[in-house]
């Protein structure tokens, strides 16, 4: 858990090399990440806020985050090595919501203005595309992608399954986290090393995750 809750994906972020936690975050809970992960996890907040991970989105290449982001908060992100990182130039501030993305490729908000999405590609060098999963357009916590795979809400409809395959050129499944929570990116940190669901999850919940993803 983190900050004594089991929607990891609402507090935390992580990429194929970093991961976002919460100021604050207990020491063994930065180092199970850190394993499970194989990730530097860097402790921060957004806008002055601890939900991290609904407020920032990020790959290898870089971070995008909210516009209310603070200088002091992104200037450490520099430190990560050749990143990118740019504040979204929209009022929809809940970056990690609206953009679901991996190293390759990003699905965001259907309603996101041009400027917007052509921040997102600059910043983490992805095709960007206009998408919903299950009807939802917060898209970042109705799935999570890994360059393995794509895992979405229960209810996506076949074509946009299709949209996903096709911007992601990935296996899309679905699934649930935290006891039947079809909100994947709520309740999931995953990148290709390893993942780490909400306290909440069951067994056969992570067997989906775990199949899905490619961990298996």
């Given at each position: ?25 207990p020491h063994v809970t930065a ?186």
């Amino acid at each position: 858990m983190i900050g004594g809750s089991p929607v990891l994906g609402v507090f935390a972020t992580v990429t194929e090399n970093v991961a976002l936690v919460p100021v604050g975050t207990p020491h063994v809970t930065a180092e199970q990440i850190e394993e499970a992960l194989r990730v530097r996890v860097m402790q921060t907040s957004i806008a002055g806020s601890f939900v991290v991970g609904s407020l920032a989105c990020g790959n290898c290449s870089g971070f995008v985050v909210s516009r209310y982001a603070y200088a002091e908060e992104i200037e450490p992100l520099h430190e990560l090595g050749n990143v990118n990182v740019q504040a979204i130039p929209d009022v929809m501030t809940a970056v990690g919501n609206i953009i679901l993305a991996n190293d390759t490729a990003a699905v965001v908000h259907p309603r996101l203005p041009n400027r917007a999405v052509k921040t997102i590609e600059e910043t983490l060098q992805v095709d960007v595309r206009r998408a919903t999963i299950a009807g939802l357009k917060t898209v970042g916590m109705a799935g999570v992608a890994t360059n393995k795979g794509v895992l979405v809400h229960p209810r996506v409809s076949d074509a946009e399954i299709a949209i996903l395959e096709d911007a992601f050129n990935l296996p899309v499944d679905i699934g649930t986290v935290n006891f039947g929570s079809p909100l994947i990116g709520s309740g999931l940190l995953a990148n290709s090393a390893g993942y780490l669901a909400g306290a909440d999850t069951t067994g056969p919940e992570l067997g989906r995750i775990e199949d899905a993803l490619g961990y298996i």
